[in-house]
């Protein structure tokens, strides 16, 4: 226990080196590398795993920051919203879990320093969003490429989806894009769920809540397909009866909507019985269930620290086996995001407001921003209202862990995914995204060379008259005449005997050798499944196949790492095991 202390407090100070003027981003990426795999290289890394991974996001975090904190600068909201999507989100999961501290001192003096210069970069790109976000709404919501308006998403994205392939419509109530990074990760990774999308129309990615982002309204959107401040007809009855949403998704039984209430039958375990005949009834094209697990989560002990997992939603797993085993797409989304409770402070003047917005109480003040437009009279039946754009406001009484209401993007963008299991064939015309799950570069925490080519590798300007093109040629391609040679000698073909399924097609083989050897034979499995083209969860099994062709009498030449990540290739024993020449 005393030596995992000294190597936590050794990644302490490798932390506390990225906030001065010292500092090299590329230096303090490897040194916060080798930090944590000494931790993990710890015999008691496996009763230690929480605080490692608060040490994994720390170290993430400082790259983001040494590679210049890139959340942009932004001219429309468009962008905003996708840069939100891309990198925010993974930001905001990152200091959530750093947030938490940890019992050594030195450690957490470093984590508090860390987090402030986050912060700093962070409320810059809020605040710029909502400011935005209010002169878009006001100026009369036009659409966009980057995101749909969470009232137009029935008619828009969920009939016509529905229409092509029957769907599970999961609504997680409350889910933020930080909390959807994290949920979608351990659905791709361990559920064997692939992201997809249609080829043609393009769909976004993301949804905007309406303003004010909370439950009874965003929701209430979202089920009934438009804005209105009237509660009848009820989600379930609008839902179920919305005629085009019926004649968008065919089928011969209405949209179904199963909320929290019908998911469990009392005295039973599991799900409902009419929820798990929904879901196979492939008459039914569009069934849709609301969990409220992240909701309820704000409103509950500020103490616990979830990781939001198939494990922690417990109804999530069910669902999705019922869904694979239906031959469902899935859709997985939200009805507004959250805040989470960070040293906040209570604002008054709220007459008839809750959460992060108000109704009354004069002009805005800093950390607030009014919004007017038609999407907010038809929303809430006023003229304007102010809501909060800091996340250190809120209007209500203190809650344990979190609000909504507001107008940060961590409230307004709600991630919109399309899921397919990996037995059941995509629908016509689609494509599986890759790589899936998709992570910034500075998330990854590798040490590898960026694949750029160096000035010096550049091709000498020939100046002379004496240009030998085909002698260019030639050249060009000598880097990879080996691969060619090794693909079509006599030991390959014997050894693709081996190969699950058939051996990989040639371009595939050559692709993984190409990619590796230019990375001196070792590389992140997530950075290769980018480079390959390939979704992650087919990765492994792909490393696999090749395995059993390269890996002749044994000899380890291609090594899946389980516990780094890591794929290695050992180019020099590929090369003699194959006979290929020098």
């Not at 040194?31 to 994994?56: M, T």
């Not at 009805?335 to 407001?353: F, P, Q, S, Y």
């Not at 959460?355 to 006023?382: C, K, M, N, W």
């Not at 507001?406 to 991630?415: D, K, L, M, N, T």
Request: hydrophobic share 40%.
């Amino acid at each position: 226990p005393v030596g995992f202390e000294q190597r936590v407090r050794l990644f302490a100070g490798a932390l506390i080196q990225t906030n001065k003027a010292s500092a090299a981003a590329n230096k303090d990426a490897r040194k916060l590398s080798a930090a944590i795999e000494s931790l993990q290289n710890h015999q008691l890394a496996d009763e230690q795993r929480r605080r490692i991974e608060r040490c994994q996001m720390a170290a993430r975090l400082a790259c983001w920051l040494g590679e210049g904190a890139k959340l942009g600068e932004f001219h429309t909201l468009d962008a905003m919203v996708e840069s939100y999507m891309q990198i925010g989100g993974f930001v905001d999961w990152a200091r959530t879990i750093v947030q938490e501290g940890d019992s050594e001192p030195q450690l957490n003096k470093a984590f508090d320093a860390l987090l402030a210069r986050v912060e700093k970069v962070s409320s810059i790109f809020e605040a710029d969003f909502a400011r935005k976000f209010a002169e878009w709404t006001s100026q009369g919501s036009a659409p966009s490429p980057a995101f749909t308006l969470i009232e137009d998403a029935l008619e828009s994205l969920i009939g016509p989806l529905a229409a092509r392939t029957p769907l599970l419509l999961l609504v997680m109530d409350g889910m933020s894009v930080a909390v959807f990074r994290e949920l979608l990760s351990d659905i791709v990774q361990r559920g064997n769920w692939l992201e997809c999308n249609p080829k043609e129309p393009k769909i976004a990615s993301a949804l905007l809540a309406t303003v004010p982002s909370i439950t009874n309204i965003s929701r209430r959107a979202l089920f009934r397909g438009k804005l209105h401040p009237e509660t009848t007809p009820t989600e379930q009855s609008a839902f179920n009866r919305h005629e085009k949403l019926f004649s968008l998704a065919g089928g011969q039984i209405r949209p179904q909507l199963y909320l929290k209430g019908d998911l469990q039958t009392s005295g039973e375990a599991g799900l409902a019985t009419d929820v798990k005949n929904a879901i196979a009834n492939k008459k039914c094209r569009l069934v849709a269930t609301v969990l409220n697990a992240i909701d309820d989560h704000l409103s509950g002990a500020d103490q616990i620290a979830p990781r939001w997992d198939l494990d922690f939603v417990r109804p999530l797993r069910e669902l999705l086996q019922l869904a694979a085993e239906a031959g469902r797409t899935v859709v997985l989304t939200s009805d507004h995001g959250h805040t989470l409770e960070t040293r906040t402070r209570m604002v008054g003047g709220n007459a008839a407001g809750d959460g992060r917005y108000r109704l009354e109480g004069g002009a805005p003040v800093d950390g607030e921003v009014r919004f007017e437009g038609h999407r907010v009279q038809d929303a809430i039946g006023r003229a304007s209202v102010t809501v909060a754009c800091s996340r250190e406001i809120r209007y209500s009484a203190k809650k344990k862990r979190g609000y909504h209401g507001g107008a940060s993007p961590q409230e307004i963008v709600i991630p919109f995914a399309i899921l397919r299991h990996m037995k059941s064939a995509a629908p016509e015309g689609w494509v599986d995204v890759s790589p899936s799950p998709s992570w910034p570069e500075w998330w990854r925490l590798s040490t590898d060379p960026p694949s750029v080519v160096s000035m010096g590798s550049l091709p000498t300007v020939v100046t002379s008259g004496d240009l030998d093109l085909f002698a260019h040629a030639a050249a060009k391609t000598s880097g990879s005449a080996w691969i060619e040679g090794l693909l079509g000698g006599d030991i390959y073909t014997a050894q693709c005997k081996l190969a699950v399924r058939g051996a990989p097609e040639r371009r595939q083989v050559a692709d993984f050798l190409e990619v590796l050897s230019a990375r001196g034979g070792t590389m992140q499995r997530e950075a290769l499944a980018e480079r390959l083209g390939l979704p992650l969860l087919r990765l492994n099994g792909h490393v696999q196949n090749l395995a059993r062709i390269f890996n002749v009498d044994g000899y380890e030449v291609v090594n899946l790492d389980a516990t780094s990540g890591t794929i290695a290739l050992n180019i020099s024993l590929l090369r003699k095991q194959f006979a290929v020449a020098d």
